[in-house]
């Protein structure tokens, strides 16, 4: 077979198809990119120096993995048919309301006409080192407005849309994949703005119901304009980070899996990969969505504590209809782990669901910022050195048997 890009790599795993070689892709999106820039992390993620798309890409190359960004901030496709805002004369605006050589945060404030202004119950926090959290302001003792603030000068201009879509893969250069994001409606934490909460669901059943079947309209809405596009991206993302942590399985199928149902349907149809994102629990959503759905791949698979997936297992059961994604444990491996651990557990990894294709090595979910840079070269080395097709099962055990 003739050497693949990482993007034919990764398509031909997320299809469940057989690569040339195990692609891997470990999930260091957001963390390691900005450590690697050397500035503040305030600068990629308000001030978008560079915006997290391209440090990612960066990282991706420093480390010679296959690329796997799962969608780009500023990716919106907007519904041609809405109706256009009313200009009220309402000024909505984000500022800074503190800085210091530790964080800066900011906060939204509307103001209509003839009035004072209306600040937001939230602010954003960005620490130095760091990715930013929404939290409500009294959790930081801001809840009285702001005695001064200041405008955000100096962001970037960054394309958008279809055009931010074309510049990125061009960027990319076939060094990975790019998703964009259609999720089905699932309940969450209203402390941190995810709306319905499981209370309201028992509560309020009729009304989250109704708000359920609006969000999977407007999800589905959504994809097909994004389908119908000048640019297109590699692959559907969907699910939801931690669906089954604040959401029963018959929740999930009552809820969600309608939406996923469409969204995975018109994904087949179009020809371009689905791909599942479901951090924590996840093995019945994996059982849902081979039976259930026309779903292509599915992450990051979490072994226990953080999840409940045994990787081998789902290969077995569910490696048919599904391409499989993960499943390093990010804390006991890529955190704390030597480059020996790191070494066994792919090669584990790489054993229990390579066979055959349809397996990307990755971990289970976000690596943290401290990660050691040569664990994740280590994974990117055991996928080309025992990945190749087809698999050397042997020279696997082997090499598992002397690391002990």
Known sequence: MKTMTSRERMLCAMRNGQPDRVPVAPD??????????????????????????????NAARHFGTDG??????GFWVADPDAAPPVDDGTKRETVIVFRSDERIVTR????????????SDHVTVYPRFDPPTNLFAHKVD????????????????????????????AHFDNGGVIGAFAGPPQLGNPDAGWGYSIYDYYDRHDEVKQWGLDATRSSVAYLKRVLAGPVRPDFIL?????????????????????????I????????????????????????LCAQETDLSSINPLEIP??????????????????????NLHTTEAMLRGSVKDV??????????????????????????????????????????????????????????????
């Open 28 to 57: 260091f999106s957001n963390m390691i990119p900005c450590r690697l820039t050397g500035k503040p992390f305030w600068d990629i993620y308000l001030y978008q120096d560079p915006p997290l798309w391209r440090a990612y890409i």
């Open 68 to 73: 796997w960004i799962y969608s780009l901030d």
């Open 108 to 119: 939204s404030y509307t103001q209509r006409k003839g009035q004072g202004r209306e600040w």
């Open 142 to 169: 801001m809840a009285a407005p702001p005695g001064k603030w200041w405008p955000i000068e100096g962001v970037k201009p960054q394309k958008q849309g279809f055009a931010l879509m074309k510049e990125a893969l």
């Open 238 to 262: 969907t699910g939801g980070s931690g669906l089954l942590v604040f959401n029963t399985p018959a929740i999930v199928r009552e809820l969600a899996l309608p939406c996923l149902q469409e």
């Open 264 to 287: 995975t349907r018109l994904c087949k149809d179009a020809g371009i990969p689905s791909q599942v994102h479901c951090c924590g629990p996840e093995r019945e959503l994996v059982k």
């Open 305 to 326: 504590p953080m999840g409940d997936c045994d990787l081998a297992e789902i290969k077995k059961s569910f490696g048919r209809k599904l391409g499989l994604m993960g």
């Open 343 to 404: 070494r066994r557990e792919s090669l584990k990894a790489i054993r229990a669901a390579g066979e055959n294709g349809g397996f990307i090595l990755s971990t289970g979910d976000q690596c943290g910022r401290d990660t050691p840079d040569a664990n994740i070269r280590e994974m990117a080395a055991v996928a080309r050195e025992f990945g190749t097709y087809p698999l050397d099962m042997g020279a696997m055990e082997r090499e598992i048997k002397k690391l002990g």
